[in-house]
């Protein structure tokens, strides 16, 4: 899984999201798209049934991540049937594959390139099924903020290519599309970008698509993030979603023709319903990092719909959130940056209260104290620190970002005094007035070994003592913050990089014309697999994971009428 708080890490997902919000407000590569790349109207699938009569298709988002939780859904995926028990057991309900697979969005983490693409999705995608018989199933992809990191360049060249990925072909020659599949049902594929907007052509090409419907015909609209869910936690103001073309294609274009909407980007599944018997499903878990589903909480939608379903449920995500109190045992380089600047900090600040116990605390305040009166810079980097926290506070904690993020970065530089203190008292107290021995065994004398010794054994302790402590006071940070404010929801489970609670959807249109929707959930994905020693067109490894949980329908089977 990628540690999203690895040092490194952390620099270049900054550099990314800095990158593509620049650039891709000023270069959109959907206006390039509809000049130089002509996409037929829709691609047909209306005449398309089995021998039963139904057509089946299946929908996963948000992949490309760790191997055991992408190869764990592609393998299902890939499977010529998968036998779905309910939760209670007692039911089983058999579905075939897809004719059609729909990525609905964020197919590679932690950003889009050539490589990551071929490394976290196509090789776990081709190990689960190389070559697939006629009818070759289809694949059609729409893209998230992670494919748009590299302006969308590798994203076009791997999936609007007519290309073969995994056994299935690519058909799209834009980055969204439209089918038509039987008993006149659509599933229409947009591409938001990074603002949850959509471009002037793309809203023209679907007005003309609109145009080939009938009044009856019902849609599946896919979209790259849930804006409903943010936009009813408040993530969002409420003109910026509700008033660009994203809400006009909506509203104007297809109408009420809208029965299902799906969405990832949130990686969990989340269903809400109205009262009318629309739709709106959140199912990213087709390989990222779990997301909580207690936050951003969104029990009712703008719209009036409720909350039917969550998985894992809200107890279980409360409680999942408290593994960020052992923060270091999911992300532990991340010590690395707090001992850092620990350090910073200590060295800045430094004064001579080695040889002063807590018993006499305010002489070490006062002593510090006059150090940073001495060395402004101190009061610099300490300033760094509250306001850099504060500004990085997360917007949902509303009125108290600013007091919280502050009180965060407080936090660190108490934890930072205290550890230099302890630091410093530890080696000259403790381990003598001088810790470097000469080369006849005695103990130095005062001077320049001396303060080396000193010096060196203060620093280290310090950074080690950062090392432990921060991760510390940071998860404490994150779990009061998304259990308690419902906010850093994204870097509270980030930082842990669960493979666990995974899902996707598989959907049916019946001889009836009805749509029904099987939501499929892994509580466990294996962590160990064993070669199948099978051909190209069936997995190459198999579970070898006895803690690994079988399959089986978050919720029964969710029917649409047409």
């Not at 900054?14 to 000023?26: C, E, I, P, S």
């Not at 490394?119 to 099924?129: I, L, N, S």
């Not at 297809?254 to 949130?266: C, E, H, Q, S």
């Not at 107290?429 to 010096?455: E, I, N, Q, R």
Request: proline share 6%; aromatic share 12%; glycine share 10%.
């Amino acid at each position: 899984m990628v540690r999203w708080l690895h040092p490194t890490q952390v620099l270049r997902t900054g550099l990314d999201a800095v990158v593509a919000t620049v650039f891709g407000a000023r270069a959109d590569h959907r206006l390039i798209e509809a000049v130089v790349r002509p996409q037929q109207p829709y691609f047909d699938y209306s005449e398309e049934t089995g021998a039963d009569g139904d057509f089946w298709l299946d929908y996963v988002s948000d992949i490309g991540d760790g191997w055991d939780s992408t190869y764990a859904v592609a393998r299902l995926l890939a499977l010529p049937e998968l036998r779905l028990p309910e939760e209670d057991g007692k039911t089983a309900h058999v579905t075939p594959r897809g004719r059609v697979l729909v990525f609905g969005g964020d197919e590679v983490y932690p950003g889009a390139s050539r490589e990551t693409y071929e490394e976290r999705t196509v090789q776990p995608y081709e190990a689960a099924m190389r070559r697939s018989q006629s009818p070759h199933p289809d694949l059609f992809v729409i893209p998230g903020n992670h494919d748009w990191y590299d302006g969308l360049s590798a994203f076009m060249r791997l999936f609007c290519a007519q290309r073969w990925v995994a056994g299935r072909r690519t058909k799209q020659s834009r980055s969204y599309f439209a089918l038509k599949l039987p008993k006149n049902w659509w599933l229409i594929g947009t591409d938001v970008q990074l603002n949850s907007d959509i471009d002037v052509p793309q809203v023209e090409y679907f007005r003309h698509v609109a145009e080939q419907m009938g009044p009856d015909d019902r849609v599946i609209l896919c979209n790259a993030e849930p804006a409903w869910v943010l936009a009813a936690a408040a993530r969002r103001a409420k003109g910026s979603y509700l008033e660009n073309n994203l809400e006009y294609l909506e509203e104007k274009v297809l109408g009420r023709r809208i029965a299902v909407f799906l969405a990832g980007d949130l990686h969990h599944y989340r269903r809400h319903e109205d009262d009318t018997g629309q739709h709106r499903i959140t199912a990213g878990g087709g390989g990222a990092f779990m997301h909580p589903t207690h936050a951003p909480a969104a029990p009712v939608l703008r719209d009036g719909s409720t909350l039917r379903k969550s998985f894992p449920d809200e107890a279980t995500s409360r409680k999942l959130a408290r593994k960020n109190l052992f923060l270091i045992r999911y992300s532990p380089l991340f010590g690395l940056i707090t001992g850092l600047w620990y350090l910073l900090l200590a060295l800045a600040a430094y004064a001579e209260v080695g040889s002063l116990g807590l018993t006499r605390l305010p002489e070490v305040v006062t002593a510090v104290a006059n150090s940073m009166v001495n060395r402004p810079w101190t009061l610099i980097l300490g300033m760094v620190t509250v306001g850099g926290l504060a500004g990085l506070a997360d917007a949902a904690l509303g009125r108290w970002r600013a007091l919280l993020g502050s009180l965060h970065g407080v936090a660190h530089i108490m934890a930072a005094f205290f550890v230099a203190w302890g630091a410093t008292y530890f080696t000259v107290s403790k381990l003598g007035v001088c810790p470097v021995l000469t080369a006849d065994g005695a103990h130095c004398a005062d001077g320049w070994l001396h303060l080396a010794g000193k010096f060196f054994f203060s620093c280290a302790f310090t950074f080690v003592g950062g090392f432990l402590v921060g991760p510390f006071i940071t998860g404490v940070y994150l779990w009061l913050s998304v259990n308690f404010f419902g906010a850093h929801s994204n870097e509270a489970f980030g930082s842990l990089a669960l493979p666990d609670w995974k899902n996707f959807l598989r959907m049916r249109i019946g001889k009836d014309g009805a749509l029904t929707i099987y939501p499929v959930g892994i509580e466990r994905v294996p962590r160990r697999w064993k070669p199948t020693g099978a051909g190209p067109m069936s997995p190459a490894f198999d579970p070898d994971d006895p803690k690994a949980t079988e399959p089986f329908l978050i919720e029964p089977p969710i029917r649409v009428c047409r």
